[in-house]
């Protein structure tokens, strides 16, 4: 599977602007800034955007080990805040993703739902997070 996203970028760091987009629509045109993933201003980061993957990813994961302990779910609600920090010597870096769940999953017990939640850091989002990045670049 070979899935995409593209950015344009135009002007600047402090005072250009991006536009991101999937072929999906998911992300139709959005604009993201300095100022954006900074400063608060209004549009999208790629924090955000992480923070979007890890989720679903993570939603999808456990309700899919919890479908098939016999435990189908009627609701998983997941919300991740990600963490960047300038790092000294690395400079802005990753440094963390805390994840609230909220789950609704008929006749299980509290152990049975958590002991499948652990496994947090099992999911393709949740690896990639923490993996060796290679590029294949090009200019025009």
Request: with cysteine; charged share 15%; proline share 6%.
């Amino acid at each position: 599977m070979n899935h995409s996203a593209t950015a344009v970028w135009r002007g600047s760091l402090n005072e250009g602007i991006g536009r991101l987009t999937t072929p999906t629509g998911l992300s139709p045109d959005s604009a993201y800034s300095y100022r954006s993933r900074f400063e608060g201003a209004p549009g999208t980061n790629p924090e955000e955007l992480i923070a979007a993957a890890h989720v679903g990813c993570f939603a999808l994961a456990l309700t899919d080990v919890l479908s098939e302990a016999g435990f189908p779910s009627e609701s998983i609600k997941v919300t991740a805040d990600v963490t960047l920090e300038n790092v000294l010597i690395k400079g802005w870096t990753f440094t963390g993703s805390t994840l609230v769940l909220v789950g609704r999953v008929p006749e299980i017990a509290h152990e049975k739902y958590i002991q499948p939640a652990a496994t947090k850091a099992n999911g393709p989002v949740s690896r990639v997070l923490n993996l060796n990045i290679s590029l294949d670049a090009s200019l025009l």
